[in-house]
């Protein structure tokens, strides 16, 4: 994270772009700041354009990185959010809020019908309050446990 500067100015607003441009080593950065812990892993960008129909970036006045999330999907109506990641100095600026509502956006617009997020209990008041998700019954297989 060396060369970053995770705070934000006051009263800046990141601007938000549906398919950004993004590097690997800034993804990096980012996950590493948003999440508290190391993330070593080679061609997430190439599998993103590969395989997700898109993601948001959201970028401060001077071009960093400080906010992003994947839109996964079946290939036709459902979509599914993954890696929400907002910079520790961004936080509580309604930026993760901004983050869904253009995913929203860009799976409707590719006539999405469903979109899911599956999420740890204390992002309960975010996804389900702040950003709209209805809570549903849902199941979770852990393929690392047999």
Known sequence: MTGHHWGMAPGAAPRTQWR????????????????????????????????SLGWVTARDDEGLLVGFVNVAW????????????????????RLGTRLVDAAVEGARGAGCRWLHVDFEPELRSFYLGACGFVASEAGVFDLSAR
């Open 20 to 51: 950004g441009t993004i590097g690997s080593g800034e993804l990096r950065s980012l996950f590493e700041n948003a999440w508290g812990q190391e993330f070593d892993e080679d061609g997430v960008v190439r599998r993103l354009q590969a395989h």
């Open 74 to 93: 079946d290939g036709a109506l459902h979509a599914f959010l993954l890696d929400t990641s907002v910079a520790s100095g961004a936080r509580r600026t």
